[in-house]
Every structure is written in structure tokens, then in C-alpha cells.
């Protein structure tokens, strides 16, 4: 059995449960808790692609770039 997501919201839930559904036989198709935290926030998601090298446009804040 295979669980796919097909919305962000409950992402993080399912990701953190992940084994349990392991137990009874489902696959979760999700990234960590940690993949997905960076994702949902831009800041952080900024942050790993300059990082990485990624070219990847300026990202702001209300208090400047990052």
C-alpha cells in the first residue's frame, strides 16, 4: 500500500508518523520533517539553495536581503 500526498498540509504529520504507517504495511511518499520545514519556509529554503551554489534570485525580508 502506498500513501501519496497530494497537499502540503498535512506533510510534516505525515512525515513525523511515517514508521507507524510503516508497521501496518504503508509506504509514506514524503521527505523528512527537516526536508519539509526547509521547503515551507523561504527563508530557510533561500538559505540551502545559496548554500548549495544554486542560482537562485535575491530573496528579501521587510529588514533587507538575507
Sequence with gaps: MLL?????????VLAMNKSKFAEIG????VSTPQVIDTCQD??????????HGFDTPVTMSTGGSF
Design 42 to 51: 523561504k527563508r530557510q529554503t533561500y538559505k540551502f539553495l545559496i548554500g
Design 26 to 29: 504503508c509506504t509514506v511518499l
Design 4 to 12: 501519496l500526498p497530494t497537499t502540503d498540509f498535512d506533510l510534516k
